[in-house]
């Protein structure tokens, strides 16, 4: 057996089989616990807007155009297991103090820390001929498919979110978006004060990597 066969027979046996345990239970939790997690990512939410609200206040901070929801990969490999909330003015990345915050989404990845470490338990029956950054790389991929719902629970929690009187009170672009995605990667629209953006990206189910 050569390296990309091992690969792909390790994949086939031992990732895809873990990681598809670990998706059903997600998704079986999700929606048991979608109300916690709702008011999670509420609570969150009003903290930003009061950050702002205190800036605002301090006149050291402009009306807010956009808001992003970002996974970061090095965060991942970290095991540090939050995305990064970010308030930008109208300049967005170019606005050079945004406010800024914590999201808790270890309700999602801290699976990966169980995969991780089964992964490559399970590398070390090919003999040498799958490595830790082997490894790596199908974390962060599966990092990036599980990511889908942070994307979907903002969509669906977002017009709640907007009615928090803490919100409501900042001073705000006419159009202001938000966003939630991959850290200088793909970024979804899940909210926009001018329209309102439906829930439609379902968590999707593991593809091909290899």
Not at 14 to 25: F, G, H, I, R
Not at 26 to 33: K, P
Not at 55 to 80: P, V
Not at 151 to 158: G, I, N
Request: glycine share 2%; aromatic share 12%.
């Amino acid at each position: 057996m050569n390296r990309q066969e091992a690969l792909r027979h390790f994949y086939d046996t031992y990732v895809e089989l873990a990681y598809e345990e670990q998706l059903d239970e997600l998704e079986r939790n999700y929606h048991s616990c979608k109300d916690d997690l709702s008011e999670q990512f509420i609570q969150s939410f009003r903290q930003l807007c009061m950050n702002i609200r205190e800036k605002q206040s301090a006149g050291e901070k402009g009306a807010i155009g956009y808001i992003t929801y970002s996974m970061r990969r090095t965060f991942i490999m970290e095991n540090k297991f939050e995305h990064m909330v970010h308030a930008y003015d109208r300049n967005w990345f170019f606005d050079q103090d945004p406010c800024c915050i914590a999201y808790d989404s270890s309700w999602i990845f801290g699976r990966l820390e169980r995969l991780e470490a089964e992964w490559k338990a399970k590398s070390r029956l090919y003999m040498n001929k799958i490595f830790a950054p082997d490894v790596e790389r199908i974390k962060l991929q599966k990092a990036a498919e599980l990511n889908r719902y942070v994307v979907y629970l903002a969509q669906e929690v977002m017009p709640l979110a907007a009615e928090l009187p803490e919100f409501q009170d900042l001073a705000c672009e006419d159009d202001l978006e938000v966003y939630a995605g991959e850290y200088k990667g793909r970024m979804d629209l899940v909210y926009q004060k001018k329209l309102s953006v439906q829930p439609t990206m379902k968590p999707v189910r593991s593809q091909e990597i290899l």
